[in-house]
């Protein structure tokens, strides 16, 4: 699939989570969902990990939740193995450092 498409599919499934809809079709103490990818070949899981941070950047939302793995991992090691890497919205830092920083 080329790198726009996959951008854009990433751009989609980051608005259906931001959008609540989902939330309909659950109850309401439930927690948000985890969107896992699994990836063909380590550098396009790489690409969509850059791809998924900055498309997080650019929505501020921290209850979204996206992990991926490559399809080889998941096949040594199955789904409940150690093989999801996840990709967090950044965290919202007001100047990015500390208060009892005086250097």
């Not at 959008?19 to 927690?31: A, H, I, L, N, V």
């Amino acid at each position: 699939m080329p790198r726009y498409r996959v951008r854009k599919r990433l751009k989609n499934y980051i608005e259906y989570l931001e959008d609540g809809e989902w939330q309909s079709e659950t109850d309401e103490d439930e927690p948000n969902p985890i969107a896992m990818f699994v990836c063909p070949t380590l550098t396009d899981m790489i690409y969509c990990k850059r791809a998924t941070k900055r498309l997080l950047e650019e929505k501020w939302d921290e209850d979204i939740r996206m992990w991926f793995t490559t399809v080889e991992k998941l096949k040594a090691r199955g789904m409940t193995g150690k093989i999801w890497e996840e990709v967090n919205a950044p965290e919202d830092d007001d100047d990015g450092q500390d208060e009892d920083d005086e250097d």
